[in-house]
């Protein structure tokens, strides 16, 4: 059974950064994707960034574009998001979720079957 755990989350100011970790609980021996999805009050829960790792391919939302990255720590076996020059709208609760899709990344909640619990970003 694979657990997922975030770390990083915290309150900053508009332009400063933060960093979140997602540690995976297993090693998974197949290709898989993950992502990093953000949820903030009365919106359904979206898509910021993903990677698929069996081509190293990432996408990352317009909305985040230039600011947002993700990649992969396949020693530690975690997938961490950066994010840069955050804004107040990047307020919200931040999930990384790992799904066994293959072939490239993906927006959709339901191509990924386990997630985190989620750590709150404020931005102020």
């Known amino acids: 059974h694979v657990q997922l755990v975030e770390s990083g989350g915290g309150s900053v100011q508009a332009g400063e950064s933060l960093g979140l970790t997602c540690e995976i609980s297993?090693?998974?021996?197949?290709?898989?994707?993950m992502g990093w999805f953000r949820q903030t009050p009365g919106k359904e829960r979206a898509a910021v960034a993903a990677?698929?790792?069996?081509?190293?391919?990432?996408y990352v939302a317009d909305s985040v574009k230039g600011r947002f990255s993700i990649s992969e720590d396949s020693a530690k076996n975690t997938v961490d998001l950066q994010m840069n020059n955050l804004k107040p709208e990047d307020t919200g609760i931040y999930y990384c979720?790992?799904?066994?899709?293959?072939?490239?990344?993906?927006?959709?909640?339901?191509?990924?079957?386990?997630w985190g619990q989620g750590t709150q970003v404020t931005v102020s």
């Open positions: 979720a790992v799904g066994l899709r293959s072939g490239s990344p993906s927006w959709d909640r339901g191509d990924y079957k386990w």
């Open positions: 297993l090693y998974i021996y197949s290709s898989y994707c």
């Open positions: 990677h698929y790792t069996g081509t190293a391919t990432t």
